[in-house]
């Protein structure tokens, strides 16, 4: 079993930073899992934002880049989603995900765990 605990979320004008954080836990987790951050807007379909693997390799979602930054601390299996200049439409619920691939994909069901999801407001 892997558990995924996400924290940090809340609201915030637009314009400014949020960061979250996934702490990941459970028997069956590896340091090695291929980490991601994706989101949930109302009445859209759960999307990509950014990946990180294990040796800190990263991939962003186009709408995300220069503004987002993913980070992983292996040694406390957490990982990091820092947000900058925040828009509206980064509003949703952001959930972080644990692959056991060794590559980062954009694709949901690449990925086997999920935490609850976190709520990020983005007000103008």
């Known amino acids: 079993q892997v558990q995924l605990v996400e924290s940090g979320g809340g609201l915030v004008q637009a314009g400014g930073a949020l960061r979250l954080s996934c702490a990941a836990s459970g028997r069956t987790f590896s340091r090695y899992y291929t980490m991601g951050w994706f989101r949930q807007a109302p009445g859209q379909e759960r999307q990509f934002v950014a990946g990180i693997n294990y040796s800190g390799g990263t991939h962003y979602a186009e709408s995300v880049k220069g503004r987002f930054t993913i980070s992983r601390d292996n040694a406390k299996s957490t990982v990091y989603l820092q947000m900058n200049s925040l828009r509206l439409e980064d509003t949703g619920v952001y959930y972080c995900?644990?692959?056991?691939?060794?590559?980062?994909?954009?694709?949901?069901?690449?990925?086997?765990?999920w935490g609850q999801g976190a709520q990020v407001s983005v007000s103008s």
């Open positions: 995900a644990a692959s056991t691939r060794s590559s980062i994909s954009s694709r949901r069901d690449e990925y086997g765990y």
